[in-house]
């Protein structure tokens, strides 16, 4: 399936461990939980607090989809299936949720998920910072999803077996309207003034507030009469530990030497030093997988999560 993580021993895929861990090859490699703690132990249920000012969760615990749903996801990721359903326990009971899994076989292990909780625990601590700012009159809200695990299905009464979805873990978080694409993790931007415009600042300011360990990028979400909700970001680091969509050193130089600044920048801001492209800037979600470089297009239409 994947590899043997040298610590606790269970074969999991390349989205388990960070590029520094997997470079290290058969036998040493250390998963993703192993190296810095199941998320569960690191930080509260759903990643970051829930008292935080830039987050929007679940605040509920059930959640209904149809199968056919499942069977036709409405979006898919670089590697994940996206599904629409009905929060039907909790504040948001009636409103729309969405359900992300593995495309490549059933996940039955929380542990798939912690760099995804890690990087989204990252984003609000910079957003957070940046809202403080207030740059602009609305705000920067970043969906927030849980580790949920599928129970039985509706409509057994069709015959349909649900048994190869009960157990299986996914990614569960609010729905989100008008969905858009504002930058990626190479560089790329939708060049049309307003949010895109934040949308850069957002990325630049990231890199400023961690003192040049990071960039916040691949922004995309739902724009709202009153907030920006952002979902599924990336950030790029220098050390490479946030995953197959962390670019590294080099994808925070190839950001920058594709960014221009805009009236939401401010000039005391840093940025590298002569910055290098050293990915081609394209909207789709570019992934590293050790020394090889795939672009993941992702197309209007289907291009969410």
Same mark, same amino acid.
């Given at each position: 399936?994947?590899?043997? +993580?040298?610590?606790?021993?269970?074969?999991?895929?390349?989205? =388990?461990?960070? !590029?520094?861990?997997?470079?290290?090859?058969?036998? &040493?490699?250390?998963?993703?939980?192993?190296?810095?703690?199941?998320?569960? @132990?690191?930080?509260?249920?759903?990643?970051?607090?829930?008292? =935080? !000012?830039?987050?929007?969760?679940?605040?509920?615990?059930?959640?209904?989809?149809?199968?056919?749903?499942?069977?036709?996801?409405?979006?898919?990721?670089?590697?994940?299936?996206? #599904?629409?359903?009905?929060?039907?326990?909790? @504040?948001?009971?009636?409103?729309?949720?969405?359900?992300?899994?593995?495309?490549?076989?059933?996940?039955? !292990?929380?542990?798939?998920?912690?760099?995804? &909780?890690? #990087?989204?625990?990252?984003?609000?601590? *910079?957003?957070?910072?940046?809202?403080?700012?207030?740059?602009?009159?609305?705000? /920067?809200?970043?969906? /927030?999803?849980?580790?949920?695990?599928?129970?039985?299905?509706?409509?057994?009464?069709?015959?349909?077996?649900?048994?190869?979805?009960?157990?299986?873990?996914? %990614?569960?978080?609010?729905? *989100?309207?008008?969905?858009?694409?504002?930058?990626?993790?190479?560089?790329?931007?939708?060049?049309?003034?307003?949010?895109?415009?934040?949308?850069?600042?957002?990325?630049?300011?990231?890199?400023?507030? !961690?003192?040049?360990?990071?960039?916040?990028?691949? %922004?995309?979400?739902?724009?709202?009469?009153?907030?920006? /909700?952002?979902?599924?970001?990336?950030?790029?680091?220098?050390? $490479?530990?946030?995953?197959?969509?962390?670019?590294?050193?080099?994808?925070?130089?190839?950001?920058?030497?594709?960014?221009?600044?805009?009236?939401? +920048?401010?000039?005391?801001?840093?940025?590298?030093?002569?910055?290098?492209?050293?990915?081609?800037?394209?909207?789709?979600?570019?992934?590293?997988? $050790?020394?090889?470089?795939? @672009?993941? =297009?992702?197309? #209007?239409?289907?291009?969410?999560?």
């Amino acid at each position: 399936m994947g590899r043997i +993580c040298a610590s606790c021993g269970r074969d999991l895929p390349r989205t =388990s461990y960070t !590029s520094n861990q997997y470079v290290k090859g058969e036998g &040493i490699s250390r998963c993703a939980t192993c190296v810095h703690g199941h998320h569960s @132990d690191t930080y509260p249920r759903g990643g970051a607090t829930q008292s =935080s !000012s830039s987050g929007r969760y679940n605040r509920s615990n059930q959640a209904k989809f149809t199968q056919d749903a499942l069977e036709y996801p409405f979006a898919s990721g670089a590697f994940r299936w996206v #599904a629409q359903g009905q929060y039907n326990r909790g @504040d948001r009971a009636g409103q729309a949720c969405v359900a992300k899994w593995f495309k490549t076989g059933g996940v039955f !292990s929380a542990d798939y998920f912690t760099l995804d &909780i890690k #990087a989204v625990d990252k984003a609000l601590e *910079i957003v957070n910072r940046f809202n403080d700012l207030s740059l602009i009159d609305k705000k /920067v809200m970043i969906n /927030v999803p849980e580790v949920w695990t599928f129970q039985e299905l509706p409509g057994g009464e069709d015959g349909r077996d649900d048994s190869d979805w009960v157990g299986q873990k996914c %990614l569960q978080e609010p729905f *989100i309207q008008n969905y858009e694409k504002f930058n990626s993790n190479t560089g790329w931007t939708d060049d049309n003034d307003g949010w895109p415009e934040v949308m850069q600042a957002l990325s630049h300011f990231s890199y400023h507030v !961690s003192g040049g360990m990071y960039v916040l990028c691949d %922004l995309q979400g739902g724009i709202y009469q009153t907030e920006v /909700v952002l979902s599924d970001p990336v950030i790029l680091s220098r050390t $490479r530990e946030f995953g197959v969509t962390d670019l590294g050193a080099d994808g925070i130089s190839s950001f920058f030497s594709a960014h221009v600044c805009n009236d939401f +920048c401010r000039p005391h801001w840093t940025r590298p030093a002569n910055p290098t492209r050293y990915f081609r800037p394209v909207p789709g979600t570019t992934m590293l997988r $050790r020394d090889v470089t795939t @672009d993941y =297009s992702r197309p #209007a239409a289907s291009g969410r999560y």
